[in-house]
């Protein structure tokens, strides 16, 4: 089984409320959620949240959230929450894999299947992305949950997404013009 985690915290250090700002009219969590959505291998998805107001989106929306503990909120290593999802689900589910997508790359060059495609294909742990820089990107982060309790021995393999990384107003203008070439 996989399962899909979606980290939305509301309180980004350098674009606030991140998460809910919109792109071409719809919210990058919105962008993130149907990335997810046209997902053949993804079972089921979850959003990682401590927002009431995001909360009380995903309410009206009938979207399944788990609610994030503030001591997660900061500038936590994102596995961190993808074990604490994990941490509250695994008991009813059977998760073999999980992808851990993130709001702000919505402009990704890869669909979500493709990148699990190749992660099966290369037969490892972990699966990152990465920019032309080699810097990690956080586009996807694809890995079997045995990664969240065993450190070493791990392996690990990478695929680059030039896709843009949101941070400040001037990178979603950035990705809302490529967004737009995608279109056409």
Known sequence: MIVAIIPAKSHSRRLKNKNLLKLNGVSLLDHTINYVKKSKYVDFFFISTESKKIQNYLKKKKIKFIKRPSILCGETPLIDVYNQVYNKIKKKYKIKIIAGVQCDHPDRQHSLDNVIKIFKKRKVDLLYSMDKKRKKNGAHYIFKTKV?????????????????????????????????????
Do not use: G, V
């Open 148 to 184: 969240l309790s065993e450190k070493n021995n791990i392996k690990k393999t990478y695929i680059f997404d030039e896709c843009t990384n949101i941070h400040y107003m001037s990178d979603l203008l950035k990705a809302e013009r490529k967004l737009k070439k995608y279109e056409n």
